[in-house]
């Protein structure tokens, strides 16, 4: 109820602030017998994790996760996933500058009014650290998942943006690049524009697709939980994301319908995908993709007039290592959540007939 | 966990498809002591139902509805408050016309795949008759959040677009015209627009903004059930909806951060309101808003080739009366689930602190 | 949240007072494709309904139900099943003697003072009349579960005991008798002292034993939603229960583990069968058994004294027609949530292996 | 889903196997602003763990538990409180004997039936060692309950049985002696009489009697979420129960409504208290008391047949230190998890008015 949890069937809880000694989560209703490949889930890891590149922020996490319980010679078990990640970072800081003062557009003000204390070191609970446990559950239904295929990438920096369509992209670029988006040659001016934009002491946000393919029709739940929705639920739960659009989008309401619609060929599937693999709220069998808007990170390197927590004017400045831009590293956090979305409601299709 | 239930205390279920005898209703968790305006409910069901204006559908139905429990001597009473909406045009129909075949870009094809059985009289359990239900349990929401004030309104349809700010609009004009967008200008030419489309026998997409004004600081839970988070998965549920994005939303993806931030006020307000009246998932009692993009309507009047149950070609022509254009109609039903949230976060608020 | 729903998968939600226009519910969950017999769910209205015998309280309601949703042409179609029975009792009764007065050992003192309102009309949401409408979810349960044979049984009234273990009883002697007992002249025994009972205005407690039969193995989740921890919340939350034990029960907390302990056949049957069917939370495909106790109804014949909800001293005396003894009428009600709580394990139960 | 979560506000979720690294668990829904005292949940750990007496398992486990988020300067924050208990015992073992053998009366055979898989060294997940975990819950949810005082002790261990009412029982003899019971002359025959059947390597069923005094009225959900059911469900969720009965329970099935019922006196509260402290399944404000029935630990120190995986027949006996008769250490663990449903009901009861 706290909104701690994600998922019906396979579902995730997680605990941790940024700067405790853990961070970690519980996996529950991992059904029992897939075989775990770590590698996978350490790879998932160190595609989120700080400091892999020049254009993210240069903070050292080692972000190794330990698995603490649900798991035997190298199996699940049926029984709950427990697991840890340590903060290795939480000791040396000093957060005076902080402690009785709201940073303009974080999370500080809002927790303090709601839950009446807070926990001042960094972001606390509402830190993007927490979608470490996310990769890690996103991770292990990836291998629940084995044919379905989930791809992210960077698709706007700014007003750098990628306009092609996806099937027109080079997925296998995506990974060669600090940006993660799909064209070497984006990816290079992305790269440059975001070292600028650092050089500022500003931020940029961006815009990440996602693209789901051969997924089973059927998944889905109609009416309120459509599949398209808690896709964007999902989405909206990571931190810094405005918007969130599939299939047609914003731009399928300038359509009519005679263009809209997607005609079926004889076996079902459709010649075109306004629909964005869901009708009905249910998966059709089609690619599944959709975007995901990115707003700048709200920490800058630049004086900001803000106010403490007495109501107060004063001054302030980011200190430490922070993101210029945040697109690059949440490429893996948007393959997780969709991971955890796909996975349980493919669990829960399992009983949508007798 | 099948998808049709909604909210967390202040909880929603619905029954019902487009032509069996009723459709309708279980609110569970409304608050004993809500002295209800019964005529209040009455004028949103009005607001939603067909045949109301020129540019909707003709239909006729009265769509009224009728509580069975949860209330005594006009007050809630703490227990499920049961209803029931009569179906009065369920039984003269044919439907020989879609009973073996798949309407593009409807949920037939889907639901049949997911089910292996298809109510075909209508939309079924896929028809957005469904929403009357949510205009219910919204207008006893609204009933419940006295001061919070839930404006939505239409403010595209196809390329006609509302391009000023929303508090640069007179929202008194919402309901002067059948188009229920708040400028008496526009709204003539959104008007003569559908028309047009209607002749062609087509249908047209459209977007509808909402503002909430005088949200309590502090409602929405942290990491996976956020306010936007929620809200962004209530709208997404209702037909037709592609997309969702709030405050800066996708524009604000091409700002930076030295721009986008909402710099305090001495009070905890905020100069702008990039931020959309929600940081960190939490109200911060500035104005939430948002926009809501629908998808043209899926039934055209115009010959469309489709395939059979068979996997046979065929051809195919919506029949009867159908709206041009979803957004009118649509208003209510996006203000009923803003009222959804606002309520059940108003209401699990309560626990938050000791 | 607040109380009103039960089950994971194949949910129940049920809303109505005993005097209001209709009671009903919607069942969530029911997987697609069962082929209802709609006579077997009627005759299990008619085991639970007043006026069925002279044992039982004379009161006429017809007790019909009228489903209004997710079944089409005979079969469940994976929507919601929508439901009303109503009350054809609730306009001619004359209430004055209650309205102000808290009967004792009912809930209208405890409704008063948690909700501040109360609908003084009979129980209103507390009667047991809401028991129909579980009644009929488990009516549908049972026909989900073919092979699955539950069968309750009335095993005491007052202390007018079966002792005989449930192997050695008849049950097909338990419809033959208004007692609803599984041994013939046990239940003449009892029809006479619950007609004594009757005559001195008072009423009698009982015990209910259930069976449930042809089990698979695998049911129950561990931990917190034990396979039989449901079962003793789904009974508890009968009205008028006041205990729940299976297996060996009470009388086991007696034995030593070598006297207790069931020893494995090689098939893995168990050659005796104190754990009740159930080994850590999780059926083992032996019987499960179980007992379910009932208080004496509280409504008597009698003077008795209570106080106003002023907290003045009174006295008062039940009106009408009321059950001398719950269990016969409770047979089928034991019996309904049995089937709630197998059928939801046992769809839950297709998710826990990859 | 899987059942290892409790509760619908405060909210415990488990996780961990007896010889994996550690158990542990994440604490939701807990409200913020609730100074902890540690020593407090310190000593609640004291009483569960094994080997704090002669009657008990002689294994050594510290039990310590650390908390690793959700806590701030010694206040909960309103965050998820995630801990972890390591367990120190988990390496040396030899289970050769267990590994391809079903124990009898033991999950053994289920889970493997269930799950496809088995953690064979000891009882894994079913272990009772995963109740420490509720002890750190119960212990938080203890200090949230200021007011609230919850009483367990053991009332009967085999045949011997404290027979008085609790009000004539003197509480403060409860942790004077090992065996927990509320009177020094039984608590000697009873230790003694563990003592025998743990010579003769055996084991021995128990009852523990729980008394939760100055509940608030009005707590407990209506229909399927009673206080009482959801209190039974909690301790039959508990590992070697067999039975729940409060108030009146099994012998009040033989009373007459006019012996059974409580009748008030001015101030609402009642002569009697056969309800036990819940009427309609919302607290009365009297003393809510129950019992608990639990069966003979399975794991005796005699030779017992049993079969393996294979289906063969085999003989096995119980190695290591186990305890005798479960009740003593779960004195504790009855309370935690009343403390668990108590202060959940309290926060939920926060909503049931506007």
Redesign the interface.
């Known amino acids: ?6 998922g ?2 396979y ?1 995730l ?5 940024s700067h ?7 996996i ?2 991992c ?4 075989s775990l490949d770590f590698d996978a889930i350490e790879a998932e890891m160190q595609r989120r994790k700080p400091g892999q590149s020049a254009i993210v922020t240069q903070r050292k996490e080692p972000d190794s996760v ?1 698995f ?3 798991i ?1 010679e190298g ?8 697991f ?1 990640i340590e903060n290795t970072n939480q000791k040396s800081k000093d957060y005076s500058h902080i402690k009785d003062t ?1 940073r ?4 500080d ?3 303090d ?7 001042y070191r960094g972001g ?3 830190s993007a650290r ?1 979608t470490a446990c996310r990769v890690v559950a996103g991770a292990i239904a990836k291998q ?1 998942l084995k044919d379905v295929k989930i791809t992210a990438f960077v698709s ?1 920096v ?2 750098l943006e990628l306009k092609a369509h996806y099937s027109d992209l080079d997925f296998s670029e995506i990974e060669k690049n600090p940006v993660r988006t799909a064209d070497a040659e984006m990816a290079k001016q992305m790269e440059d524009f975001i070292k600028v ?1 650092r050089k ?1 002491g ?6 990440i697709t996602c693209v789901i393919q051969n997924v089973p ?2 998944l ?7 599949l ?3 896709l ?2 999902a989405m ?2 990571i931190n810094a994301v ?9 731009a ?17 599937s ?1 010649k075109t995908n ?3 693999g869901v ?6 069998g089609e690619d599944i993709y959709f ?1 995901v ?8 390197m ?1 004086k ?4 403490t927590s007495e ?3 004063t001054e302030m400045q980011g200190k430490g290592r922070h993101d210029p831009c945040v697109v690059p590293r949440a490429v893996p956090i948007v393959e997780a959540m969709s991971a955890l979305v796909i996975a349980d409601y493919w ?8």
């Open positions: 109820m706290a909104g701690n949890s994600f019906k069937i579902n809880t997680t605990f941790g602030e405790g000694e853990a961070i970690g989560g519980i529950e209703g059904p029992a017998g897939v330990k603490l319980s649900g035997f199996k699940t078990t049926g029984t709950p996933i427990g840890v709201y303009p557009s974080h999370a003000y809002t927790y009014k709601k839950y009446g204390v807070r926990d606390g609970r509402s927490e629940i706007a700014g007003d934009i500022q500003d931020t940029i946000g961006g815009v029709i059927g889905g739940e109609p009416v309120f939980d459509k398209h929705a808690e964007g639920k909206l739960s405005k918007g969130f659009e599939y299939g047609s989008g914003f399928g309401t300038q359509l009519k319908g005679s263009e809209h619609n997607d005609i079926f060929n004889e076996d079902g459709t306004h629909s964005g009708q009905g709220g249910i998966s059709n975007k808007a990115f707003k700048p990170v709200a920490t800058i630049q900001q007039q803000t106010i109501g107060d004017t669990l829960l299709n399992r009983v949508s007939k007798i």
